[in-house]
């Protein structure tokens, strides 16, 4: 039947229908894409507005092969939170069929799309840049990883490194400053040396031989994130605050973090912090606003033989109540416990999914109960594995379950908006609509 709908293709239209009739999963043609909604959704075929000065904006780029968040501050200073990419793995398919499809689809890398998203999303008038880039740990997922099939895989043309992840991002759109949680030794807990993180690491060299600043993310601090096109004072009621990186958590004073992981003399090398437990957090504010990231940190102690290993409720514990919170470690079994969950009481939550386990059900069953926390939450997912949508009932509870959500708070800092785009094309049109939510401190 032929698409009578001026500027709408049949396919959005027939998912606005979803989301405004049914509140079902809809699978299209794609098997990646998947659309999960409620009846409080209404149906929006339109472009997303632009950034304006003095808002807020926080993109979750659904690429279905990694982490990626994209922040516009109020005034204008960007900051990308990881850049995830898995690409071809070693042994091909037995991976690729557990993982989500690329998205819009493979005719680029993650990093490239991810690239070319923030092109099109950067405050008006000014030339794309990236004035920080943190990476919360060092995974491929996160920061990239490398290609182990194609024979002549991408190289850079600014230094010794394969292109992937943030490297394609650095390759398009020159990044400022870069904070992980290891520079310049990369050797806590272990020498970080598989050949994905080597690949990072030679782009670290080249990026600060050229002239970059790289700087190790300081646990405790608000200072070292801060704004950098506006002169001091102007958004008084913007910070980042540093909650965590290595096991380092903040106490709650300026600049100060207790370590929570054991000296590693007294552990056996097998039951090391691993590269997830020793996750960058983060809590960025806005007037009332917070939100929470922690990459993927989780709650499991080994069957009680490490009680330390509960990192992210200590770290959800020092962030205190948020309005968004970014699910640890994509929604996995061992993260998002339930003492996550109710220090941080958030009124949305956002999977950043590429697996068939993304989220799982306990996880889910944690952020939906109303036993941790009362009153009404929202949870968004970038992507859903179609197996998933079918082991996983609760995921027609949800609010999304395709697509970039982006995280809009106006200049007061009193509300926010979550909008849903669409991931087929870059055409940014608008899928639905979630908000106004009031900030739980009300500019405050
Ligand atoms: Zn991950």
């Not at 979803?18 to 299209?28: D, K, N």
């Not at 895989?153 to 870069?178: C, F, N």
């Not at 958030?346 to 939906?368: C, E, K, Q, Y």
Request: charged letters at 20%; glycine letters at 8%.
């Amino acid at each position: 039947m032929p698409n009578n709908l001026p500027f709408i293709s049949r396919r959005a239209a027939l998912r606005g229908f979803a989301a405004a009739s049914f509140g079902s999963l809809l699978p299209t043609d794609n098997p990646a894409q998947n659309v999960s909604t409620t009846s409080q959704a209404s149906p929006i075929v339109t472009k997303l507005q632009p950034w304006r000065p003095g808002a807020l904006d926080i993109h979750h780029i659904s690429t279905g092969r990694g982490n990626v968040a994209f922040a516009v501050c109020p005034d204008g200073t960007t900051i990308l939170i990881d850049a995830g990419a898995l690409q071809a793995a070693p042994d091909g398919d037995s991976d690729e069929k557990y993982r989500i499809s690329h998205l819009p689809d493979a005719s680029r890398r993650p990093g490239e799309w991810i690239a070319r998203y923030i092109s099109r999303h950067m405050p008006f008038g000014r030339q794309p840049e990236i004035d920080y880039f943190i990476l919360t740990h060092l995974h491929s997922d996160h920061m990239g990883g490398l290609d182990l099939l194609t024979p002549r895989p991408a190289m850079s043309r600014l230094g010794p490194y394969q292109l992937t992840g943030v490297m394609d991002v650095h390759e398009q759109i020159p990044i400022k400053i870069i904070l992980d949680r290891a520079y310049p030794d990369y050797n806590y807990p272990v020498e970080l040396n598989d050949p994905h993180q080597l690949n990072y690491r030679k782009f670290i060299s080249s990026f600060a031989k050229s002239g970059g600043t790289v700087e190790r993310f300081v646990p405790g601090s608000s200072r070292q994130i801060a704004l950098r096109h506006s002169s001091p004072g102007t958004y008084p009621m913007f910070t980042v605050q540093n909650l965590a990186a290595n096991g380092k958590v903040w106490n709650g004073k300026d600049h100060d973090a207790v370590d929570t992981f054991p000296s590693l003399k007294t552990l056996a090398t097998s039951d090391y912090p691993t590269e997830n437990k020793c996750s960058v957090a983060l809590r960025l504010s806005y007037g009332g606003f917070r939100y929470f990231s922690a990459g993927d940190m989780d709650h499991d102690v080994t069957y009680g033989r490490q009680p330390w290993g509960d990192i992210e409720s200590a770290v959800a514990k020092a962030a205190g109540p948020v309005d968004v919170a970014v699910a640890n470690h994509h929604g996995y079994v061992n993260a998002c416990g339930a003492s996550w969950v109710g220090s941080l009481r958030p009124r949305a939550f956002i999977v950043s999914a590429w697996d068939s386990a993304h989220p799982t059900i306990p996880s889910l069953g944690n952020m939906l109960s109303e036993d941790l926390y009362a009153g009404p939450r929202d949870v968004y997912s970038t992507a859903l594995k179609p197996e998933n949508i079918i082991a996983t009932k609760r995921l027609r509870e949800i609010q999304s379950g395709n697509g970039h959500v982006v995280v809009r708070v106006p200049p007061s800092g009193r509300s926010f908006e979550v909008a849903i785009t669409t991931n087929l094309d870059e055409s940014d049109a608008m899928i639905a609509k979630f908000g106004p939510y009031e900030t739980k401190l009300q500019g405050k």
